[in-house]
C-alpha cells in the first residue's frame, strides 16, 4: 500500500486515503467545526499566519487548516489519485 501525499501549501503534506472532504471556511458550520477542533486541541493551522482558504477534515477526526484555495488542493488531490492509478496498470 503506498501513501499518497498532497501538497497543501508551504512545504506541508497531507496524506491523500486519510482526507474526508476540503471546504472553503466561510459557512458558519464550518466556522463551528474548526473551533470544535480547537477545543478537542485537533486543529492543524498550517496557514503560517495566513489566511485560511480550505479547510482538510481528515478521517481521525483532525481538521487542517490551509492557505490555499480548496480547488487547489483538491486538483492536487486527484492529479495523485490519477498518478497512482496510472502505476497501479
Known amino acids: ?3 499518497q501525499l ?3 501549501g508551504f512545504g506541508n503534506i497531507v496524506a491523500a486515503n486519510r482526507v474526508i472532504a476540503i471546504v472553503s471556511p466561510d459557512s458558519a458550520p464550518i ?5 470544535s477542533a480547537r477545543e478537542r486541541e485537533q486543529l492543524i493551522d498550517a496557514t503560517y499566519g495566513r489566511r485560511t482558504r480550505a479547510v482538510i477534515i481528515t478521517d481521525s477526526n483532525h481538521v487542517i487548516l490551509s492557505a490555499i484555495q480548496p480547488e487547489t488542493v ?9 498518478l497512482e492509478s496510472r502505476d497501479n496498470r
Not at 486538483?75 to 490519477?82: G, Q, V
Open 1 to 3: 500500500m503506498d501513501i
Open 6 to 8: 498532497i501538497n497543501i
Open 31 to 35: 466556522k463551528r467545526i474548526v473551533e
Open 74 to 82: 483538491g486538483n492536487r488531490l486527484l492529479t495523485s489519485k490519477d
